[in-house]
């Protein structure tokens, strides 16, 4: 299996979408995972909240590609006060609700395993983790479930607590808000996740990537996972 990961995207310029898409042709993957936030520049508008979702449509109807949510996409899939993120805009919420549908959030996933990676959109600290290892497939996914229960009630779940970083209570954030700082080694995982923005992918421990290299016009990066391996490409070369 060769998998290409792209971080976060948050309504990048076209022209970066459709070097993204040459790229997803070129390397002829079999499978191709999004680590979520495509929405929010925090200068941009519904036109562009608009351009993204027109984009998100055609990637949730490939069976190939895999998008996970991300803090930012989660405002829009669930507007309620839990999980309501900086720059999130009812105008915006409008808009994407009504290119993507109302069944849009049963297309996204909070979480993926790719050759034995966690992939999620911030990274699982190891202090949140409450069963062992050997259980942590089956614990993350009935979590997973639990958060999507809660959010449609308009209830609280950890996967959208702060943690120190982010001026939360926590020591680290849930799973779509933790900082790569924050992110401890959980023994025998290896997670490629996203979130913290920096010019370079960093890596922790040898056994953490963080892939966000995201600025204003996007990511700049992105990586293949081929049998187990990871490569860490710059978008652009």
């Known amino acids: 299996m060769r998998t290409l990961i792209f971080s976060d995207l948050h309504e990048p310029p076209d022209d970066v979408l459709d070097r993204i898409e040459a ?3 070129a390397e002829r993957a079999d499978r191709i995972v999004f680590l979520g936030d495509y929405f929010d520049r925090y200068d941009d508008t519904p036109l562009d909240a608009e351009r993204t979702a027109k984009w998100l449509v055609k990637g949730l109807a490939d069976p190939r590609r895999t998008h996970l949510i991300g803090n930012h996409d989660a405002s829009y899939l669930w507007p309620v006060e839990s999980t309501v993120c900086p720059g999130f805009t ?23 395993w ?14 949140r983790v409450a069963v062992p290892i050997d259980l942590l497939p089956k614990w993350i996914e009935n979590e997973g479930k639990k958060a999507r229960q809660a959010f449609d009630q308009g209830k609280h779940h950890w996967f959208v607590e702060m943690g120190h970083a982010c001026g939360g209570t ?20 290896r997670q490629i996740y996203g979130h913290t923005s920096a010019s370079e992918p960093r890596w922790a421990g040898g056994d953490r990537l963080c892939l966000d290299s995201g600025q204003r016009k996007g990511p700049r990066h992105f990586a293949i996972v081929d049998d187990g391996s990871v490569t860490v490409r710059n978008l652009h070369s």
Request: hydrophobic residues 45%; negative net charge.
């Open 23 to 25: 790229i997803i042709t």
């Open 90 to 112: 009812w105008e915006k919420e409008g808009v994407i609700r009504k290119i993507l549908g109302a069944d849009a959030k049963d297309k996204f996933v909070f979480h993926t």
């Open 170 to 189: 926590h020591p680290a954030g849930g799973i779509l808000w933790c900082d790569h700082q924050e992110v401890a080694s959980i023994p025998s995982v």
């Open 114 to 127: 790719v050759d034995g990676w966690l992939l999620t959109h911030a990274g699982l600290s190891g202090d």
